[in-house]
């Protein structure tokens, strides 16, 4: 089993409608992440939570928001989704205590599509 | 974060070592070198990190010069499986850290029979 579980994995919506990714972890990590990824432009960090009560936002995070549930859930949503929010969406996690400090482990991936 | 570069394509026979190179020569003496890799539209994966001294683990081994401005990632005995985007990033630790990798187009690595 996947240690950082995404759903759904792909999901096509209407423009206008509001959908929500979630993601959950049993690696026990304090810090959650979520990114986006588009062709040709890499890896973009959306928002970034270092715990519960912690969320803040990434580089790109106009029209997504987002709910840090518990240690292990972090959900992002798009409250009124646009075609140019069409990507591939990563949630990862890293252990702020860890030996590996920095290192951030990702989920499989949620394919969104806004036609 | 320094920037690092990258060749974008590198070919390798399946059984032979691959060597990817990444040259990082505005890293500051905080930052530490992160390998990871993406292979079709999958999570990124971790592979490797260093801060000064070569590291090796079960997946890679990282050599890095003795000036820090570049370093090697050399995957012992490339299989096909390996075929993938491999990202060399430089990134310092601390809490002020945001998780904010800067991962760049990468080196595309084609594992040939």
């Known amino acids: 089993d996947a240690d950082v579980t995404q759903t759904p994995r792909n999901r096509i919506t209407k423009t206008g409608k509001r959908i929500m990714l979630e993601c959950s972890q049993t690696?026990?990590?304090?810090?959650m992440y979520w990114y986006r990824q588009d062709p040709g432009l890499g890896l973009r960090l959306i928002y970034y939570s270092f715990d519960v009560k912690d969320i803040n936002k990434g580089e790109i995070s106009d029209g997504y928001s987002v709910s840090r549930q518990a240690q292990a859930k972090f959900s992002l949503s798009l409250e009124s989704a646009i075609p140019n929010q069409t990507a591939l969406y990563f949630c990862?996690?890293?252990?702020?205590?860890?030996?590996?400090?920095?290192?951030?482990?990702f989920g499989e991936g949620s394919w969104l599509t806004v036609v | 974060d320094a920037k690092t570069t990258q060749p974008t394509s590198m070919d390798c026979a399946e059984g032979r070592a691959a060597n990817l190179p990444c040259n990082h020569s505005t890293i500051s003496g905080n930052e530490y070198v992160y390998w990871y890799r993406q292979i079709h539209s999958q999570g990124p994966q971790y592979i490797i990190h260093g801060l000064k001294n070569n590291e090796t683990n079960e997946m890679a081994s990282l050599i890095i010069t003795e000036d820090r401005k570049s370093s090697t990632l050399i995957l012992p005995h490339a299989t096909l499986r390996d075929t993938a985007v491999y990202y060399c990033?430089?990134?310092?630790?601390?809490?002020?850290?945001?998780?904010?990798?800067?991962f760049g187009q990468g080196t595309t690595l084609q594992v040939k029979p």
């Open positions: 990033i430089v990134s310092a630790l601390g809490s002020s850290n945001t998780g904010k990798l800067i």
């Open positions: 690696k026990g990590h304090d810090r």
């Open positions: 990862a996690t890293s252990d702020s205590a860890g030996p590996s400090g920095n290192t951030i482990y």
